[in-house]
């Protein structure tokens, strides 16, 4: 199992540009997740997906979108980047297994916005 | 969701116990007591959950008190490695809007 994958791991954007940041898993979860990590804070919750065909918007989502056509992938639209979205993206996934979850992270992308 | 309260940073030797304390007087009947950890700049990574019992794992022990309202992630012996940032979550079975605090930063000294 590779578990969750992200790609690219390194991006620069100049402001105004657009980028999908790509995401997925291989362990059959339901559920998936984007955050966001600005340096020295915690993680904030961008979008979540229960499943294929279905996402929410977590605590920051102005400034991305989402989509899940597959169980296996959950990629992360950045439409007109602004430098307010530098940040560590990591991408998570999770299941209900006995009526709890455990979150599992990828690498993460750092994206830098100039 | 409720939210937790942690120190922000404690030191500990190497090869002695680390005792994280994190405050969860909100939590709910139905939460979850979860614990995360994220090592430098990589992915978070899950290291031990419970309800109500205290639980074991080959990484760490969980203890929640009787009314639910704190619990200890305990590193039996710490080393060098688990340096990191501690998160305590709670949240209900499925994790939506998890929300990730500032954690406890672990400097674990020779």
């Known amino acids: 199992n590779a578990g969750v994958t992200q790609t690219p791991k390194f991006r620069i954007l100049k402001i105004g540009q657009s980028m999908t940041l790509q995401c997925a898993q291989d362990?059959?979860?339901?559920?998936m997740y984007w955050y966001r990590q600005d340096p020295g804070m915690g993680l904030k919750l961008i979008y979540y997906?229960?499943?294929?065909?279905?996402?929410d918007k977590g605590e920051v989502p102005n400034g991305y979108n989402v989509s899940r056509s597959t169980t296996e992938d959950f990629p992360l639209r950045l439409e007109l980047a602004a430098p307010s979205q530098t940040s560590v993206y990591f991408c998570?996934?999770?299941?209900?297994?006995?009526?709890?979850?455990?979150?599992?992270f990828g690498p993460g992308t750092r994206l830098t916005v100039t | 969701d409720a939210k937790t309260t942690q120190p922000t940073s404690m030191d500990c030797a190497e090869g002695r116990a680390a005792n994280l304390p994190c405050n969860h007087s909100?939590?709910?009947?139905?939460?979850?007591v979860y614990w995360y950890r994220q090592i430098h700049s990589q992915g978070p990574q899950y290291i031990i959950h419970?309800?109500?019992n205290n639980e074991t794992n080959e990484m760490a022990s969980l203890i929640i008190t009787e009314d639910r309202k704190s619990s200890t992630l305990i590193l039996p012996h710490a080393t060098l490695r688990d340096t990191a940032v501690y998160y305590c979550i709670v949240g209900l079975s499925g994790g939506f809007k998890t929300i990730f605090g500032a954690g406890t930063r672990l400097f674990v000294k020779a």
């Open positions: 419970g309800l109500k």
């Open positions: 909100t939590i709910s009947g139905n939460e979850y």
């Open positions: 362990m059959n979860h339901n559920y």
């Open positions: 997906s229960v499943g294929a065909g279905i996402t």
């Open positions: 998570a996934s999770s299941s209900i297994d006995r009526g709890s979850y455990e979150q599992y």
